[in-house]
């Protein structure tokens, strides 16, 4: 297994972070997980934030800075044989459909490509989750295809509705309640990944992969339906601990 | 039962946050001030975790359906019950029927209203903090009732010392953020040595400086962010994220304030003074 140069810093008298080098793939997100897991097997009482690059690590109380370094640095050594990680992919239903595709019209005379062509390139790759952050079980997503990349709306709005699937820049996401924001949103999705009705709010976790597939109007309004009736089951399937 | 009749500006309640499921995106949030916040609980003998009403600027109009007892401390917005006038930082027996009002805002912003074994509002991934989207609530509405529990013992009040909480302190103890090694010396000593101004947008999720430092070209890749993270944003300005925060972001982290640092400057208001002391 590779092991990276890491760079431990201070993040005020509470917490720690870690960082892993400044690059956006799997290696480093697999590495990130793995050392997560073996972290919260290692050490009680913490919680653990992972993006991108980083590791953050958060106590509720002050912490020593440089022993809880050298701790780390043991546990990060030692092997991974003990930490076993569950990864999985789950499987999202969206409805590109214009209604709620607001920019999927001009997207599309942009982009120069027919709905069906967006649809079928956005529902392609598996989407790897890199971050969860800005709003409760709002993912930012790594896997969109460069022919769909596309800069934000240059005013935002001020109200996207909860469950728009948008496109800004590189990325592309779900927006799990009604907020403001500069995506262009191309359809809409009707499951709630971020629920507190649950047991467990949000079963997506950062190293986990999406997939998006079409689904139409009336089969948007049954799962609607079925959502709100707590009735409706994302479909997952369990990854290995390199996510595939 | 404590019933709302008038809200005031913006009244919520709150604990000491919503913790563990950052990693999902969920802010923290809690009290703005928990110095002010824990001394009006221990005031009333309650757990610091309990929740308590925060209540910013101007007060709510509350009707007690219940005999309990009840304590403020933080902003001084002048409280009278049932007309007559009482003070912050001492207990208060309340009756079925009293009334609590508020009046003139002469110090601080955010004053706490504790009362005995906490408000027993909704309970969302194990903290009775408002948050817009996860609670039924994210601010009082007039005609709501809040849970509380009845307390008609006879009880020795001990008198507590004041909270150790001057809110005209201008120096906020600060330490230094993961990306403090990115700013040129020009701008450290910016940083360090000016005296900035609150500006006008601060609220629950941030407290943003009028001033603007030099302008810079640095990003980071999306990481965490914590209540009292100082963003330093490419135009310069400066923005503290606060309670309510979102859980990431990919501004440089260049400083990070404690929790009495965040208690202290959630009693600013827009123009107030402060400058950064930066503890090795």
């Known amino acids: 297994m590779n092991k990276f140069k890491l760079e431990y810093r201070a993040f005020g008298p509470r917490a720690l972070l870690i960082e892993w080098p400044r690059m956006v793939n799997e290696e480093v997100l697999n590495d990130i997980i793995k050392f997560k897991k073996m972290v919260e097997e290692a050490l009680e009482g913490y919680e653990l934030i992972p993006a991108y690059n980083?590791?953050?690590i958060i106590s509720a109380k002050e912490i020593n800075h440089e022993s809880l370094t050298s701790q780390l640095k043991d546990i990060y050594r030692s092997t991974y044989t003990s930490a076993k990680v569950q990864r999985k992919l789950w499987h999202i239903p969206v409805c590109y459909d214009e209604g709620f595709g607001i920019d999927l019209e001009a997207f599309s005379m942009e982009k120069k490509l027919p709905f069906e062509r967006i649809v079928e390139l956005h529902t392609e790759p598996l989407y790897t989750i890199y971050c969860i952050g800005f709003l409760p079980g709002f993912m930012y997503l790594g896997g969109l295809k460069k022919t769909l990349h596309h800069p934000r709306r240059s005013t935002p709005r001020l109200?996207?509705?909860?469950g728009s699937v948008g496109i800004g820049g590189e990325q592309t996401g779900v927006y799990p309640q009604e907020s403001p924001g500069g995506w262009n949103i191309i359809g809409n999705s009707p499951v709630k990944v971020f629920n507190t009705e649950h047991e467990n709010p949000c079963g997506v976790s950062v190293g986990d992969k999406i997939k998006f597939y079409p689904i139409d109007r009336d089969e948007h309004k049954l799962i609607t339906i079925q959502v709100d009736a707590n009735i409706f089951?994302?479909?997952?399937?369990?990854?290995?601990?390199t996510g595939k | 039962m404590i019933q709302v009749n008038k809200t005031g500006l913006y009244s919520t309640i709150q604990d000491l946050g919503r913790f563990h499921y950052r990693d999902k995106g969920v802010p923290v949030s809690g009290v703005m001030d928990a110095v002010s916040a824990k001394f009006a609980n221990k005031l009333l003998g309650n757990d610091e975790n309990?929740?308590?009403?925060?209540i910013t600027m101007t007060g709510p109009e509350l009707e007690f359906q219940v005999e309990t007892l009840i304590a403020l401390s933080g902003a001084m917005i002048s409280p009278t019950l049932n007309g007559k006038e009482i003070y912050n930082d001492?207990?208060?027996r309340v009756k079925r029927g009293?009334?609590?009002e508020f009046g003139k805002l002469t110090s601080g912003i955010r004053c706490y209203l504790a009362v005995k074994g906490g408000f027993?509002?909704?309970?969302?991934?194990?903290s009775r903090s408002w948050y817009v989207s996860l609670t039924e609530f994210s601010h009082l509405e007039v005609g709501k009732t809040l849970d509380i529990k009845e307390f008609k013992e006879i009880v020795d009040l001990e008198h507590l010392p004041g909270a150790d909480h001057n809110f005209k302190e201008k120096e906020i103890t600060v330490f230094k953020g993961p990306e403090f090694h990115l700013l040129t010396e020009d701008q450290r000593k910016q940083v360090l040595s000016g005296i900035f101004n609150v500006a006008k947008e601060n609220n629950r999720m941030a407290c943003q400086l009028k001033q603007q430092l030099f302008p810079h070209k640095y990003s980071i890749l999306t990481s965490a962010t914590l209540p009292g993270t100082v963003q330093f944003t490419p135009s310069g300005k400066l923005i503290i994220l606060m309670k309510d925060a979102q859980t990431t972001g990919g501004y440089p982290r260049i400083l990070q304030l404690s929790e009495e640092g965040i208690a202290l400057l959630a009693q600013k208001r827009t123009n107030d003074e402060i400058l950064f002391s930066l503890q090795e």
Not at chain 1, 233 to 241: A, G, N, S, V
Not at chain 2, 50 to 54: I, P, R, T, Y
Not at chain 2, 120 to 126: A, N, P, Q
């Open chain 2, 120 to 126: 027993m509002t909704e309970e969302v991934l194990g």
């Open chain 2, 98 to 100: 009293d009334v609590l």
């Open chain 1, 54 to 56: 980083s590791l953050t």
């Open chain 1, 233 to 241: 089951h994302l479909k997952t399937y369990e990854l290995d601990d």
């Open chain 2, 90 to 92: 001492e207990v208060h």
């Open chain 1, 159 to 162: 109200k996207i509705p909860q």
């Open chain 2, 50 to 54: 309990d929740a308590v009403m925060e």
